[in-house]
């Protein structure tokens, strides 16, 4: 069995493990002293180190070995998405983060069915962590959102911004030349409307079309990156 990934602030020589991260450590993992573990604090840096003591509330890590992390990618990568019902957005979450992405921005547009909240935004951001965590990262993507379509697309500042949606007729970015960071934006149920597709054009967006089949929020959110990240080169 691979040694167990931990997210932390910060690392001392000696660094104690809390909260969440410990119960699922203590209820979950039955971590005990003696295991040896891997702390991250969301840098390209992870840390081999030896349980030295488990209490109630905390188990410390005594710091053996740091290491660049060569499973993150290269390349900047971004997630748009608007919120689906049910475990839908958990999914393109978590996926995203497997796939290497650097942020989630997940956004409510005109036909999304679903509605935010802190809970449901902490949990999210949980997903992408533990994700995170099974692939191997040292980063966990953060998890961002916003209430406002237009307001989300311009918070990402990349080099390549694309928008799938599926009255698209042709990808209008030469793909074959795609190099740099990029920002990815995939719609809610039912799909984006006309004047969101306007909205994202006048943002800088270009077109980015998935093929003639429908395809559900969640498929296309994982298509979509899959197709970047591979142009990027960070499936080869």
């Not at 270009?206 to 498929?219: C, E, F, H, P, Q």
């Amino acid at each position: 069995m691979s040694e167990r990934r931990f997210f932390v602030d910060k690392i001392e020589p000696v660094t104690a493990v809390t909260g969440e991260e410990f119960r699922h450590a203590a209820g979950v993992l039955r971590v005990k002293k003696g295991d040896f573990v891997i702390l991250c604090d969301n840098t390209r840096f992870e840390y081999r180190g030896e349980v030295i003591s488990v209490d109630k509330v905390s188990f410390s890590v005594k710091i053996a070995e740091k290491r660049e992390n060569d499973r993150e990618a290269k390349a900047d990568v971004t997630l748009l998405c608007g919120y689906l019902k049910g475990d839908k957005t958990e999914y393109s979450v978590q996926k995203a983060a497997e796939l290497g992405v650097k942020r989630v921005v997940v956004f409510r547009s005109e036909h999304c069915a679903a509605y935010m909240n802190e809970n449901k935004l902490s949990r999210l951001n949980k997903v992408a962590a533990e994700a995170a965590k099974q692939c191997g990262r040292s980063v966990a993507p953060q998890v961002v959102y916003f209430d406002d379509f237009a307001a989300a697309l311009s918070s990402v500042n990349a080099e390549n911004k694309l928008f799938a949606c599926e009255f698209a007729s042709e990808t209008t970015r030469d793909m074959s030349r795609l190099s740099g960071s990029a920002a990815v934006v995939v719609g809610p149920e039912g799909g984006f409307t006309e004047a969101e597709a306007r909205r994202a054009r006048e943002l800088g967006y270009d077109t980015l079309y998935l093929g003639r089949r429908i395809l559900r929020a969640d498929t296309a959110a994982v298509t979509a990156l899959s197709v970047v990240m591979w142009l990027l080169g960070e499936l080869k």
